[in-house]
């Protein structure tokens, strides 16, 4: 039995453990990456890497068995800059065992014991499936298998319209394969601007998908044709069941409730924005703490709990409105800080379709839309446009586009920034350009409006 000690150790091998050893590294401290699962975690393998594959394979026409090689291939270069190799040839060891919590500073890791100053609990966090009678029986994918199929679907239901449901069945239907979601809330995307919702939902079903909202699912049952779902009282027969329908931090199993860490009342960890829990030396970062659930938030977390552990003062925070996300449907939707129905009444809205777009118009592509949220400044009012608060981009590119905005958030800046930006013509983001000028003065008829 041994005894080893670091500066800082991080359990669990996804982005924000990845994110924290390799800050304090660079810091030029001791760091260890304990997991006893793939270095990468959920992103690399189930997350966000093979659904962007598949979407990908699927744009490009790909079958069912191409698209699935590829999306294998491509995890496979993507774990090939996470493994352990490259892990310590950037100064962190990195230990292939499940650690148990002996206490605060110390963790069981087989036979042996590690000691550290500090410890990033960042174990993410795993899918769950709603109580509905009868569907342990029918057996169902989740994320985590969905990419093993072998097989083609005849008939996909999927459990949930969230981003993870929609980007599946977008992906899936291009694959050729009937799709039903079923979303028990009364719209798809009910999290996100409502907008930009009824775009997805309008796109999905151009593609051909089934869609039911406010969809209550009582039972599901094996039968010779299939698998069958009750939905508000109608059958509705498929070949294969995907969960899509929420997530559950992994939190037990490895003495965090014997420490008396503090969780919250869905089971995460309960953090500061500092990344720090109730016990001094433990942090919390990524899918864990039920904060902002994305694999680069994740990462942010990792570095920042690495950061701010080797500091007494000025720790820096994170912030989620100020992290722009994306929903990689056809067209994309892209968020950073409130969406409209957040925001509160008397914020100013602008919003630029592209429709109006001399791009849009020039390549017939005129889905989607632009639209800033602004609010007033505490002393300056609406001086400069005010304070931006929120944006949503809904557009084939706004994963790329919504930096800009993002980037007037996180600085503070004045929304005029974006409007007297000059933009390169014809491109997309002149549509920011326009939705930011109407802050000041009518753009093709068109003038801000005040929230009620």
């Known amino acids: 039995m041994t005894e080893t000690r670091f500066d800082l150790v991080a359990i669990g091998g996804g982005s924000a453990g990845l994110g924290a050893v390799r800050a304090a590294a660079r810091e030029g401290r001791s760091a260890a990456l304990i997991s006893d699962g793939p270095l990468g975690g959920d992103c690399t393998f189930t997350g966000c890497v093979p659904s962007k594959a598949l979407l990908a394979a699927s744009a490009r026409g790909a079958d069912f068995a191409q698209a699935m090689q590829h999306v294998q291939s491509v995890i496979g270069e993507v774990a090939a800059l996470e493994n352990a190799e490259v892990l310590t040839s950037e100064g962190v060891t990195v230990i292939a065992q499940r650690a148990t919590f002996v206490n605060s500073s110390t963790l069981q890791v087989g036979d042996d014991t590690v000691v550290a100053d500090n410890i990033v609990v960042a174990t993410g966090a795993r899918p769950v499936a709603p109580p509905i009678p009868g569907l342990d029986d029918v057996g169902y994918l989740t994320n985590e298998t969905l990419f093993q199929l072998a097989e083609k679907p005849t008939h996909l239901l999927i459990v949930g319209g969230g981003p993870i449901g929609c980007e599946m069945a977008t992906a899936f239907v291009r694959l050729g394969v009937p799709v039903t979601v079923l979303e028990m809330a009364p719209r798809i995307m009910n999290r996100d601007d409502a907008d930009a919702a009824a775009v997805v939902h309008s796109s999905l079903a151009d593609l051909g998908v089934t869609i039911h909202t406010g969809a209550a699912i009582t039972a599901f049952r094996?039968?010779?044709?299939?698998?069958?779902?009750?939905?508000?009282?109608?059958?509705?027969?498929?070949s294969h069941v995907l969960v899509a329908?929420?997530?559950?931090?992994?939190?037990?199993?490895?003495?965090?409730?014997?420490?008396?860490?503090?969780?919250?009342?869905?089971?995460?960890?309960?953090?500061?924005?500092?990344?720090?829990?109730?016990?001094?030396?433990?942090?919390?970062?990524g899918?864990?703490?039920?904060?902002?659930?994305?694999?680069?938030?994740?990462?942010?977390?990792?570095?920042?709990?690495?950061?701010?552990?080797?500091?007494?003062?000025?720790?820096?925070?994170?912030?989620?409105?100020?992290?722009?996300?994306?929903?990689?449907?056809?067209?994309?939707?892209?968020?950073?800080?409130?969406?409209?129905?957040?925001?509160?009444?008397?914020?100013?809205?602008?919003?630029?379709?592209?429709?109006?777009?001399?791009?849009?118009?020039?390549?017939?592509?005129?889905?989607?839309?632009?639209?800033?949220?602004?609010?007033?400044?505490?002393?300056?009012?609406?001086?400069?446009?005010?304070?931006?608060?929120?944006?949503?981009?809904?557009?084939?590119?706004?994963?790329?586009?919504?930096?800009?905005?993002?980037?007037?958030?996180?600085?503070?800046?004045?929304?005029?920034?974006?409007?007297?930006?000059?933009?390169?013509?014809?491109?997309?983001?002149?549509?920011?350009?326009?939705?930011?000028?109407?802050?000041?003065?009518?753009?093709?008829?068109?003038?801000?409006?005040?929230?009620?």
């Open 245 to 285: 329908a929420g997530r559950k931090a992994n939190t037990s199993g490895f003495g965090l409730e014997a420490l008396g860490v503090a969780l919250k009342p869905n089971g995460c960890i309960d953090v500061r924005p500092t990344m720090a829990s109730s016990i001094k030396g433990i942090w919390g970062a």
């Open 287 to 452: 899918d864990v703490t039920g904060e902002h659930p994305f694999s680069h938030s994740a990462d942010e977390m990792g570095r920042l709990a690495a950061q701010n552990s080797a500091k007494r003062l000025r720790r820096r925070s994170f912030v989620a409105t100020e992290v722009p996300y994306g929903t990689f449907t056809t067209p994309e939707v892209a968020q950073v800080g409130l969406t409209e129905e957040q925001a509160p009444t008397g914020s100013r809205i602008a919003l630029s379709t592209f429709e109006d777009s001399d791009r849009g118009l020039a390549t017939n592509e005129r889905t989607g839309f632009v639209k800033l949220i602004a609010g007033p400044r505490r002393v300056l009012g609406w001086t400069g446009g005010g304070k931006l608060i929120g944006a949503t981009i809904v557009h084939e590119r706004a994963g790329e586009m919504i930096h800009e905005p993002a980037l007037i958030i996180a600085n503070n800046m004045f929304p005029g920034r974006m409007a007297q930006l000059v933009h390169a013509y014809p491109t997309w983001s002149i549509a920011i350009r326009k939705a930011a000028s109407m802050f000041y003065v009518e753009v093709d008829g068109k003038n801000y409006r005040t929230k009620s």
């Open 222 to 238: 094996a039968d010779v044709g299939g698998i069958v779902a009750v939905v508000n009282d109608e059958e509705i027969v498929g």
